[in-house]
């Protein structure tokens, strides 16, 4: 009886990690047609083909075409963790800029974005989720600035938005224009120089 519960078992494992296989494989592909040729390219035949897994098997993991599109885009946005705000306004500060620095400067990332920007304009599922994405990030940044408020570094009339347009600018242009390696120093001169300006005021 153990011996087939533990084989059972062992199945059951094996099935589960080629399930996750698969479906790696084909999120990877779907996202490389997307970068490489725009949404347009990124049908279930193509993202089978480019795969290598059967469309049976794709069709186990998303029901629609479209319902891959949305795991595509859901894998690809970057990890939404909350600041620790326990290490104070300067420290979250620099973490909170400096994880968005490692996002931005990687090449990937600057290859995916215009294609998840330009599927947001055409699928109100996906805008939404952009856009909650967004929302969070903002949330973050406001809890931030909302303890630099409180410890006595920033005024309370600080601005979220145009903080993170001071501090993301920079980042983004580097990250567009293809200067990857100076965006992680970016993030630290940027911070650095915005508390700078709230000490000698």
């Given amino acids: 009886m ?10 059951s494992t094996e099935t589960s990690t080629r399930t996750s296989k698969s479906r790696q494989k084909l999120l990877s592909a779907a996202t490389e047609l997307l970068v490489e040729s725009g949404p347009r390219a990124v049908t279930v035949d193509a993202v089978a083909d480019a795969s ?5 098997t794709l069709y186990r993991h998303w029901s629609s075409r479209d319902e891959m599109l ?3 885009v859901r894998c690809n946005l970057p990890d939404d963790s909350a600041p620790d705000l326990s290490i104070g306004f300067e420290a979250a500060l620099h973490a909170y800029v400096a994880a968005a620095a490692d996002t931005l400067g990687d090449p990937q990332w ?3 974005l215009p294609a998840l920007l330009s599927l947001k304009t055409s699928m109100p599922e996906l805008a ?11 949330g973050a940044l406001v ?11 920033l005024p309370a009339s600080v601005d979220a938005e145009d903080v993170a347009s001071l501090m993301f600018g920079p980042l983004a242009l580097a990250a ?10 970016l993030a630290v001169y940027v911070v650095d120089r915005f508390i700078a300006s709230y000490r000698s005021s």
């Fill in 2 to 11: 153990t011996d087939i519960t533990t084989d059972r078992s062992r199945s």
């Fill in 52 to 56: 290598g897994v059967a469309k049976s």
């Fill in 70 to 72: 949305v795991d595509v």
């Fill in 110 to 112: 600057s290859r995916i």
């Fill in 128 to 138: 939404a989720m952009v856009d909650a994405d967004r929302a969070a990030k903002s």
């Fill in 143 to 153: 809890s931030i600035l909302q303890l630099g408020v409180a410890e006595g570094a």
């Fill in 176 to 185: 567009i224009t293809g200067d990857h390696h100076r965006v992680r120093h």
